[in-house]
């Protein structure tokens, strides 16, 4: 069974400094993993993914994430948070087996305050 | 490039009532992904259709069903509705199944049951 954990409900960062969303995940065989962001009243829009490869992997709007096999992390940061990027945040694992189709497991979501 | 659509936005309905969503993914994608997302147990895998033939199917009550036409649209029927159906209703798209593609997401449907 897969499984993803993100550890904080609510992280809160100043404009300017840098951003960590955290995310641990449990899978049987090797992962696909992304992450996605949700703004109010919206669906969720597509940061990045890691798929194969370079640790770091970098997405859209300054994002990067970064793959730890070892202690099956892949954490989501951002060097320099904008207030815009307040919003909800989901971790999510799929198989890469694909016995499960397209089948995501999401974490709980982390939400992501940036304070003027 | 139209993004995933989903109809209607909002829908409010009575226990025991049922009702459909409808989908049209990305043009060229034939996968298509139902989640539902609630404060309580966030987001839920429903299921997933790829070429007409539901692919996979989550834990939910076989009230919760499916089907995808051959121009990919899907559609999401749930019968006698409870109040705890209430929710947010999310379609996503991609062009393979199984594959590392990522998903693309509509923005979803509100569904209230009262």
């Known amino acids: 069974a897969q499984s993803v954990a993100q550890p904080e409900d609510q992280v809160n960062v100043a404009e300017g400094n840098p951003l960590t969303v955290k995310c641990t995940y449990s899978v049987s065989g090797n992962p696909y993993l992304f992450w996605y962001v949700q703004y109010p009243n919206r669906g969720l829009q597509f940061l990045l993914k890691?798929?194969?490869?370079?640790?770091l992997v970098k997405g859209s709007y300054g994002f990067e994430a970064e793959f730890n096999k070892s202690q099956t992390s892949f954490h989501l940061k951002k060097p320099s948070a904008l207030v815009s990027d307040s919003a909800l945040y989901f971790c999510a694992v799929r198989d890469m087996m694909g016995a499960a189709g397209n089948k995501l497991t999401f974490g709980g979501g982390t939400r992501v305050l940036v304070k003027p | 490039k139209a993004g995933v659509t989903q109809t209607p936005r909002y829908l409010i309905k009575t226990r025991g009532q049922q009702v459909t969503l409808s989908c049209s993914p990305i043009s060229g994608h034939r996968s298509v992904s139902w989640y539902q997302q609630t404060p309580g147990q966030g987001l839920q895998f429903l299921f997933e259709y790829f070429s007409e033939t539901q692919r996979n199917k989550g834990n939910f009550p076989g009230r919760f069903s499916g089907r995808q036409f051959s121009n990919s649209r899907s559609e999401m029927n749930v019968s006698t509705l409870e109040l705890g159906d209430s929710a947010l209703y999310l379609c996503a798209s991609s062009f393979r199944t199984s594959g590392s593609d990522e998903q693309f997401f509509g923005p979803g449907t509100r569904l209230t049951v009262l």
């Open positions: 890691y798929i194969t490869g370079d640790n």
